[in-house]
């Protein structure tokens, strides 16, 4: 069983920058994607940010192109997530999670569906 716990959320003016933190306590497999996933008020989750284990593949939805970078230490067991040039838009609960290479193939790496594995969540705030 894979334990994901997200930390450094917080409150930003737009413009700002965050750095989350997701601690995975478990064996990640050199096959399964970890990735963000986001959830404002009244929306559905969608996909920020996504990142092969083995380091050769990321994704990155349009709205956080050139301003997010996803990461991942080996080492340390860690998914990050660098935001820059915050917008009052990103404003949401952010998820980190995991999920096996097969069903990444079966679902679409975007696809909430096909990870299985979740953290709670970190709260970001931007302020206009």
């Known amino acids: 069983l894979l334990q994901l716990v997200e930390s450094g959320g917080g409150s930003v003016q737009a413009g700002g920058s965050l750095r989350l933190s997701c601690a995975a306590s478990g064996y990640v497999d050199n096959t399964y994607y970890m990735a963000w996933f986001r959830q404002a008020p009244g929306k559905e989750r969608e996909a920020v940010a996504s990142?092969?284990?083995?380091?050769?593949?990321?994704y990155y939805d349009d709205f956080v192109k050139g301003r997010f970078t996803i990461s991942r230490d080996n080492v340390k067991n860690t998914l990050s997530l660098q935001m820059n040039s915050l917008k009052p838009d990103d404003t949401a609960k952010y998820y980190c999670?995991?999920?096996?290479?097969?069903?990444?193939?079966?679902?679409?790496?975007?696809?909430?569906?096909?990870?299985?594995?979740w953290g709670q969540g970190t709260q970001v705030t931007v302020s206009s």
């Open positions: 990142i092969k284990v083995s380091g050769d593949r990321t």
């Open positions: 999670t995991a999920g096996m290479q097969r069903t990444i193939r079966d679902f679409g790496i975007n696809n909430q569906s096909a990870y299985t594995f």
